[in-house]
C-alpha cells in the first residue's frame, strides 16, 4: 500500500513539472516574424546581447544591451521579467541561440531567438539605431 502511494505520488508530480515546462514557448524565429512581435506585444523585451561596441555600432530600436561575455550576464538576466514575452538577437545567432536555452533554463515563459541576427536584419534593409 505505502508502495503505490509514493508511486502515485511521484506520478503526479512528474506530470505537473511536464505541463509547466509545456507552457514555455522557446522558438527561433524569422526576421518577418520578429517584426510581428514587435507590432503585436507592447510589452516584448528586446535583448542585444552583443558587445558595447557591437551595439554602438548599431542596433534594433527600443533593445536594451546586456552583454553576453560580461561575468554578470545571467545576473542581468534574471532581472528582467520572466512573465513578460523577451527576444534575443546579436550579429548572426550564435550568442543569442545560447541565450535562448539560458533563458528557458531561468524559467522565461515566452522566448525567441532572432535567426541570424543583427546581419539577416540589416540584409532586410530595416532600420536600425546608432
Not at 507552457?23 to 518577418?32: E, F, R
Not at 545576473?75 to 541561440?97: E, H, W
Not at 535562448?100 to 541570424?116: P, S, V, W
Request: charged residues 30%; proline residues 2%; hydrophobic residues 40%.
Amino acid at each position: 500500500m505505502i508502495k503505490l502511494l509514493t508511486l502515485s505520488v511521484l506520478f503526479l508530480f512528474s506530470c505537473s513539472t511536464s505541463s509547466e515546462q509545456e507552457k514555455l514557448i522557446s522558438k527561433v524565429i524569422s526576421v518577418d516574424e520578429l517584426q510581428g512581435l514587435i507590432k503585436e506585444k507592447s510589452e516584448l523585451q528586446l535583448v542585444d546581447v552583443r558587445t558595447i561596441g557591437e551595439y554602438q555600432r548599431g542596433h534594433l530600436s527600443k533593445s536594451v544591451l546586456i552583454d553576453y561575455y560580461k561575468p554578470d550576464f545571467k545576473a542581468q538576466l534574471q532581472k528582467l521579467d520572466k512573465d513578460k514575452p523577451i527576444a534575443v538577437y546579436c550579429a548572426i545567432g550564435g550568442r543569442s541561440n545560447s541565450t535562448l536555452k539560458i533563458l528557458k533554463r531561468l524559467g522565461f515563459k515566452e522566448a525567441y531567438d532572432l535567426a541570424g541576427g543583427i546581419e539577416a536584419w540589416r540584409e532586410k534593409k530595416l532600420p536600425i539605431e546608432n
